[in-house]
C-alpha cells in the first residue's frame, strides 16, 4: 500500500524512520531540505490519489482529500511504534481497516 510502508516493521525500517523524521525536523530551518521532502509527500499522496480513483472511480478531489488523511494517518502511526506506544501489527492493522472502509463506501466525503 502506498502508504502503510512508512510504519516500521524491522530494527533497519526503525532506523530509516528514524532518519526520515531527522530529515523532517532539520527542514524546519532549511528550506532546500523542505522543499525536497514536500515533493517526496506530493509523490506519495499523487500515487495514493491514483490508486484511490483505480479502485473507486471517484473523483480526483474526493480521492485526494482522502489520500491526505491515510498519508496523515500512517505518519502519525509511524511515530507511535517508533516511541513504542503502539506496535507495528496494530498501526498496519488500522490503516488496513481505513483503506477498507474507503473501499466499502463508509466515508466518502473530502
Known amino acids: 500500500m502506498a502508504v ?11 532506523v530509516g524512520t528514524t532518519i526520515w523524521l531527522s530529515y523532517l525536523a532539520a527542514s524546519v530551518a532549511d528550506a532546500q531540505l523542505a522543499d525536497i521532502l ?6 506519495q499522496e499523487d500515487v495514493t490519489t491514483q490508486l484511490l480513483q483505480a479502485e473507486s472511480g471517484r473523483s480526483d478531489a474526493v480521492c485526494r482529500a482522502r489520500a491526505r488523511r491515510l498519508i496523515a ?23 488496513d481497516e481505513a483503506w477498507e472502509d474507503w473501499g466499502a463506501g463508509v466515508e466518502t466525503s473530502p
Do not use: N
Open 4 to 14: 502503510a510502508h512508512v510504519v516500521p516493521t524491522t530494527p533497519q525500517q526503525r
Open 38 to 43: 514536500a515533493d517526496a509527500k506530493r509523490g
Open 73 to 95: 494517518l500512517a505518519d502519525g502511526l509511524a511515530s507511535r511504534v517508533l516511541i513504542g506506544d503502539l506496535s507495528a501489527a496494530s498501526a498496519l492493522a488500522l490503516i
